[in-house]
């Protein structure tokens, strides 16, 4: 071979051994770069394992305390409250307080150790009235709408009214506790009207009653008044017409009816009864009706006396209709007025009552017209705002008649949007008064309320509203009221 | 003579007859659209509970569960409803990815109309709340992709 040959071969191969070389140096490279990288991935999985299984041990310690029982408790109803740690041998367990839970209705929490869920709430409202005439000292009708207060003439001193009042404030609280005879519910509210005086905030109980099942015993609003179909305003009275928006002791049977197409409820219930009635003062005398007391123009307030002498509960029936696009109701009364002279013990009695038609009518997106209609013979307790009409009339001869009423109200009720609503309502009411009456009773009464309500967010309501509310004596002899109000509601 | 007047007569009337001008193919997208301005306005009756002056905050919650109740029905016709859907996107002319989409969406409109059923028969009112916004949120990304396919 000549030497230059062998010396290009020996010069080939030597380069082809480089370049292995170099090729092997890189890779060696990589792979050192590899094992590195790999061996902190390592490191860092074991770092995390450790992690995981000491969270894991503290999170074992400490469930340790519920997981332990004692002989007596092993039987006993499953309830919200952890049971009593055990001391073990290895360890000592920290008693734990029980959470507090989300009760089982809105706004509620669980009492623990119990399955009743209780809550409270309420709202603050202060109310602005400017009136064009004054119902006179201290009197309910300059804090909300009274038509037996609204002055019939001139008296002297009777101006106009301001009034500021924070009375219609509200507190609540109610409990839930499911139970196998049904649901006890039970609830309180209270306002501050407990005093006529204008600036006197004495509490007063507005509701406080139970019910378990269907069964509710206590005091609330009576069966006969449908309270959905109630307009929406600001001032705490209602309107004329509108059946009366009392709360009275009562018991009532709630009963659902299965099988029909649209949801229907019957009730029953047994009311507190009192009657309010007329009584010449050749028969009996008290502070109202003496005319030695009696102002000498007709700006008196009633001639009404409770006559306390009722034998039989008020007798109320109610059917209620809730189909998806309102609800409808229809009630009955039955009741007794009975009066029994004080100086021969002569008495008196004649049962009566009455029927209406309520209801809450679905409009246009989230609009509703509400309506109410009655009729009734001894029912004018019922009727409209207190007092405005007696039960029943006593003659001089003694002999009770009962004074028949009737009326209507319809309201309804606008959204703007969201936010804004307005309501428009009017309402009309009268009675039939005997002719021997007093003729400073009241004939009949109407009322219109509008009003524009913002509620920037549902806890708070901030309004304004129009009231012009009339009253008609036997005599003829009209008064007239003429309101703005303004209320700031915030609730919590 | 008289059969091209009769051959004419059945274009005609196989024409006005066609799918794409009958009125009730139009109908269960529509009826999709109802159900959930219904649930709306149940949602907002719910709300405006708290305004009523007169009811009692355990009245209150008596009316709540009636309008729950409604929700849960509408939900599951809501949910019902998107067998319609689904059934009208052949129509529809969508390449295969959008009919996916669609299909996708339809498929989840459905799973969120019984969640919110399912809510609502529990009375929660504030998850039912927050489905709403969820269910809202599908029915709009599905409209901007796909309503004006629907004409």
């Given amino acids: ?492 | 003579m008289f059969n091209i007047f009769s051959l004419l007569l059945v274009l005609v009337t196989s024409a006005c007859s066609s799918p794409q001008i009958n009125p009730t193919n139009r109908q269960p997208p529509t009826q999709h659209a109802s159900y959930d301005s219904r649930l709306r306005e149940l949602m907002d009756k719910i709300e405006i509970l708290t305004q009523e002056r007169f009811l009692t905050d355990h009245e209150q919650d008596d009316e709540r569960r009636k309008y729950t109740q409604q929700i849960a029905t509408n939900a599951e016709q809501l949910a019902r409803s998107t067998d319609g859907i689904i059934a009208k996107l052949p129509s529809l002319g969508l390449t295969p990815q959008q009919q996916q989409s669609a299909l996708s969406l339809a498929e989840k409109l459905r799973e969120q109309s019984r969640q919110l059923q399912q809510q609502a028969q529990l009375h929660h009112i504030h998850a039912m709340s927050n489905h709403l916004q969820v269910i809202d949120t599908t029915c709009n990304t599905c409209h901007a992709l796909f309503k004006k396919l629907d004409r």
């Fill in chain 1, 1 to 492: 071979m000549p030497r230059n040959t062998f010396k290009t071969l020996v010069v080939l191969l030597l380069m082809l051994f480089n370049q292995n070389l170099l090729a092997d140096d890189q890779t060696l490279s990589l792979l050192k770069e590899l094992k590195a990288e790999i061996q902190t991935l390592k490191t860092n999985a074991e770092i995390a394992n450790n992690r995981i299984s000491e969270l894991e041990k503290q999170l074992a310690q400490s469930q340790k305390p519920a997981l332990v029982t004692t002989g007596s408790q092993q039987n006993a109803p499953a309830t919200n409250n952890p049971t009593t740690p055990v001391t073990s041998n290895a360890e000592t367990t920290v008693p734990e307080k029980p959470a507090i839970r989300v009760g089982d209705v809105k706004g509620t929490f669980k009492i623990p150790g119990t399955d009743t869920s209780i809550g409270m709430g309420g709202f603050v409202k202060m109310d602005t009235m400017f009136s064009n005439v004054s119902a006179g000292r201290d009197k309910l009708g300059d804090q909300q709408l009274v038509f037996s207060q609204i002055p019939v003439g001139r008296a002297p001193g009777e101006h106009s009214q301001t009034t500021f009042l924070a009375k219609d404030s509200r507190l609540w609280f109610k409990s839930f506790t499911p139970s196998n005879w049904g649901d006890i519910n039970t609830y309180m509210e209270f306002d501050f009207y407990g005093d006529p005086a204008t600036y006197s905030y004495t509490p007063r109980l507005r509701h406080a009653y139970g019910s378990i099942g269907n069964f509710l015993a206590g005091q609330t609003w009576t069966t006969y008044t449908n309270i959905s179909a109630s307009p929406d305003h600001l001032e705490s009275g209602t309107s004329a017409g509108s059946l009366s928006t009392s709360r009275q002791p009562l018991v009532r049977w709630t009963q659902a009816l299965n099988g029909f197409e649209i949801p229907i409820e019957v009730q029953a219930a047994l009311e507190a009864p009192r009657s309010r009635v007329w009584v010449p003062n050749s028969i009996e005398k008290n502070a109202s009706n003496d005319p030695a007391n009696l102002d000498v123009s007709p700006v008196a307030d009633n001639f009404l006396t409770t006559p306390n002498a009722e034998r039989y509960p008020d007798l109320v029936a109610r059917v209620n209709f809730k189909p998806e696009w309102g609800n409808l109701s229809f009630a009955a009364l039955g009741r007794q007025i009975r009066y029994t002279q004080a100086k021969t013990g002569l008495e008196a009695g004649s049962w009566g009552g009455g029927l209406n038609v309520a209801g809450k009518i679905n409009s246009l997106g989230l609009d509703t017209f509400r309506f109410m209609a009655h009729i009734g013979n001894g029912a004018g307790r019922y009727t409209t705002t207190t007092n405005t009409f007696e039960d029943a009339a006593l003659s001089e001869q003694g002999d009770l008649s009962l004074i028949k009423t009737f009326g209507g109200m319809v309201s309804y009720q606008h959204w703007w949007n969201k936010q804004w609503r307005s309501n428009l309502t009017y309402g009309y009411a009268a009675a039939n008064q005997p002719g021997f009456v007093n003729p400073l009773l009241n004939q009949q009464v109407q009322s219109i309320h509008a009003n524009l309500i913002w509620s920037p967010i549902s806890q708070t309501t901030l309004g304004m509203e129009y009231i012009f509310a009339e009253r008609e004596l036997v005599t003829g002899q009209k008064g007239e009221l003429q309101r703005i109000q303004f209320s700031a509601r915030y609730s919590f």
